[in-house]
């Protein structure tokens, strides 16, 4: 059974920094995008970042409201995908979800997507 | 960044109507947009991708359409497990914006 494991949430004051992890079990963890997904109180999904496989160069994207503070990384040998934020504002405070990225399509028309979520981890962030 | 733009921000509808909800993208992204369902308390799950691909289990009452900037997902006979939340999200280019989540409630 596929199943993403988030943790390491919890309270920190601004300006601080907290690392989430994500152990993945049931599937090929070197062999998959990863993403982080966030939702703060009463509002939408938000998209955090990706990391690609280290095959494909390892390569990472970020949402604009957390680029040059957040950083996203993985560890193949223990199948496990990281969050290490930082510089953290009232504004992070949310639900942090860790999500397997599918891939549907012929190359190099691809189509992604979260295809498998984990039940999150909860950050706030408050004096 | 691309911004998705969901409408209505919320609806009430009854058991066997058939609902539409639309999702805008400030750009083309072609069909490259994902659609999601979310219930109180738990993770957001995949329905659909490139538009209108249903995910396998996702039961055939739920479609999508669209291409371009502008999308709907439709729920033919709205069932009692259908009330939820749903989110787009484009895939066409980084960051992956999600939409603002429309609310599907029962009246």
């Known amino acids: 059974e596929v199943q993403l494991v988030e943790s390491g949430g919890g309270l920190v004051e601004p300006g601080g920094s907290l690392r989430l992890s994500c152990a993945a079990s049931?599937?090929?963890?070197?062999?998959?995008?990863m993403s982080w997904v966030r939702q703060g109180p009463g509002k939408g999904l938000e998209w955090v970042g990706r990391?690609?496989?280290?095959?494909?160069?390892?390569?990472?994207d970020y949402a604009t409201p957390v680029k040059g503070r957040f950083s996203i990384s993985r560890d193949d040998s223990t199948n496990t995908l990281y969050l290490q934020m930082n510089g953290l504002k009232s504004d992070d405070t949310a639900v942090y979800y860790c999500?397997?990225?599918?891939?549907?399509?012929?190359?190099?028309?691809?189509?992604?997507?979260?295809?498998?979520w984990g039940k999150g981890t909860t950050v706030t962030v408050s004096s | 960044d691309m911004q998705m733009t969901q409408s209505p921000s919320s609806l009430s509808a009854s058991v066997g109507d058939r609902v539409t909800i639309t999702c805008r993208a400030s750009q083309t992204i072609n069909n490259y947009l994902n659609w999601y369902q979310q219930k109180p308390g738990k993770a957001p799950k995949p329905l659909i991708y490139?538009?209108?691909s249903l995910l396998s289990g996702v039961p055939s009452r739920f479609s999508g359409s669209g291409s371009g900037t502008d999308f709907t997902l439709t729920i033919s006979s709205l069932q009692p497990e259908d009330f939820a939340t749903y989110h787009c999200?484009?895939?066409?280019?980084?960051?992956?914006?999600f939409g603002q989540g429309t609310k599907l409630e029962i009246k």
């Open positions: 999500s397997w990225v599918g891939r549907s399509g012929d190359s190099p028309n691809y189509y992604y997507y979260m295809a498998v």
């Open positions: 999200q484009q895939s066409f280019s980084a960051p992956y914006t």
């Open positions: 049931g599937f090929t963890f070197s062999s998959a995008w």
């Open positions: 490139a538009a209108s």
């Open positions: 990391i690609k496989t280290k095959g494909g160069g390892g390569t990472t």
